[in-house]
């Protein structure tokens, strides 16, 4: 048998133990987390639609004409006017032919990555890419090369290798927009020329930049100026569209291809139609006045609370945000635990991110920032901060690094 006691208690030496948390309630940015309510910053529904009272009576709606689950696949009459109608929108929002939905942004991952390129063909992925990207990446059984974090450089000599050794085979670059561990974005211009220039394709994963990023939140494609030069843009229903789900847009072919071949779609049944009823209603609020001023929101306590940050939290060189997402190097795990641990007692949720989520002494705290704060608790964290970086020797040592 695997001694799973052994593994835990090895995982709990390192500091990276992990365990569950049970959210009892959720109002505005205070999440009720036993034994006290705090104010989170680990939320990735930065506008705050999770809660939003039209996704709400659009799921209700949905779950009276409907029922709950979609009781088959998509091919096999589980998908209902819910599923098409999103599909839609998610086309004409993201300026794309067509969309197609999946239960999840992992299993859109999984299903189209495998279904785009096998054993004859290569894959060349950013080093910070998601899990479900890597994950997916190997699943096809392409050839596999990796480039250090938006290393235009290498990515270039990786192209350059894959054109001289596999002249035949499809070459597709992967790669996150937002990275949802850094909060930095990908050089989607230079990437773009580059996958020109060697004939390959790119697949986009729009995961923390769609509704947060660009004209009413259509993603970093949108921004770049190079939304149709991307083959494959992916993003989940999770995060700012409040709901639940992944989807995949592109052409008329690669939509109807992927209804074919993406085994996690073909094989899966259908998202809950209430879910899909949510998501819908969530891309009509961002393609609205309304979301696109939810979205300015957004920037506004975004700006606030970079400007809270105390200097040894502040990374990037002009301290102007990218994205809502902020990580807080600590390096040492342990460390980074104990500061999550510092600014929970006094009120705040910002969960530390260890290995394997990021690389080994890399540890940090990530804080993701939403329309839903209010200014008073972007306030209040950064003095909270201020507070972890004065006593930062005290806490937990000397700082490391960076
Ligand atoms: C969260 C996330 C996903 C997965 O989306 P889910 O809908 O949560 O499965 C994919 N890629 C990135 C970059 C993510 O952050």
Same mark, same amino acid.
């Given at each position: ?24 309630? &959720? ?34 709606? &949905?779950?009276?004409?409907?029922? =709950? ?40 991952? *999984? /299903? ?17 890419? @998601? ?11 392409? @050839?596999?090369?990796?480039?250090? @974090? ?11 290798? &894959?054109?001289?050794?596999?002249? !035949? ?12 561990? +850094?909060?930095?974005? #990908? ?29 009413? /939140?259509?993603?970093?494609?949108? *921004?770049? /100026? =190079? $939304?149709? +030069? =991307? ?9 700012? =569209?409040? !709901? ?9 072919? *690669? ?6 071949? #993406? ?16 998501? #819908? ?12 001023? *939810? ?12 400007? %809270? ?14 994205? $809502? ?13 104990? !500061? ?32 839903? @704060? ?6 209040? #964290?950064?003095?909270?901060? %201020? &507070?972890?970086?004065?006593?930062? /020797? ?9």
């Amino acid at each position: 048998m695997i001694d799973f006691s052994r593994h835990l208690e090895d995982l709990s030496q390192r500091g990276l133990l992990r365990e569950l948390q049970t959210v009892e309630a &959720a109002r505005g940015r205070k999440i009720g987390l036993a034994p006290s309510e705090l104010i989170s910053f680990s939320s990735n529904d930065y506008l705050g639609l999770s809660q939003h009272p039209e996704l709400r009576e659009a799921a209700i709606k &949905a779950i009276e004409k409907y029922g =709950v689950g979609a009781g088959a696949s998509r091919l096999l009459g589980g998908g209902y006017s819910p599923h098409r109608e999103l599909e839609e929108l998610l086309a004409a929002f993201k300026g794309a032919e067509a969309a197609l939905s999946f239960s999840s942004g992992f299993a859109a991952a *999984l /299903g189209t990555l495998p279904a785009l390129v096998g054993p004859n063909d290569v894959i060349i992925i950013d080093k910070l890419s @998601h899990a479900c990207l890597i994950d997916a990446a190997k699943l096809s059984r392409a @050839h596999l090369r990796v480039y250090p @974090h938006n290393h235009l450089g290498k990515l270039e000599s990786h192209l350059e290798w &894959a054109r001289e050794n596999h002249p !035949a085979a499809t070459i597709l670059i992967v790669t996150e927009a937002v990275f949802s561990m +850094d909060g930095d974005t #990908a050089p989607l211009k230079q990437i773009v020329e580059l996958k020109r220039r060697f004939g390959a394709a790119l697949m986009l994963d729009e995961a923390h930049s769609t509704g947060v990023v660009g004209e009413h /939140g259509r993603g970093l494609a949108h *921004l770049a /100026g =190079v $939304a149709n +030069d =991307v083959d494959v843009r992916m993003g989940t229903l999770s995060k700012a =569209v409040g !709901a639940s789900g992944g989807f995949i847009v592109g052409s008329h072919e *690669l939509i109807e291809f992927l209804v074919n071949r #993406a085994r996690s779609f073909i094989f899966s049944t259908a998202p809950a139609p209430a879910v899909a009823a949510a998501a #819908a209603a969530a891309i009509r609020i961002l393609m609205s006045d309304a979301g696109e001023s *939810l979205r300015q929101t957004l920037w506004e306590r975004v700006h606030e609370f970079a400007n %809270q940050l105390p200097g040894r939290f502040r990374i990037r060189e002009d301290g102007s945000p990218e994205s $809502a997402i902020f990580a807080l190097h600590i390096g040492d795990e342990r460390r980074a635990t104990q !500061a999550s641990s510092f600014l929970r007692r006094r009120g705040f949720w910002m969960p530390a991110v260890r290995y394997p989520t990021v690389a080994l002494k890399s540890a940090r705290l990530r804080a993701a920032v939403t329309a839903a @704060h209010e200014p008073e608790q972007i306030r209040q #964290a950064g003095a909270a901060l %201020q &507070a972890l970086a004065e006593r930062m /020797g005290e806490v937990m040592g000397e700082p490391d690094g960076r």
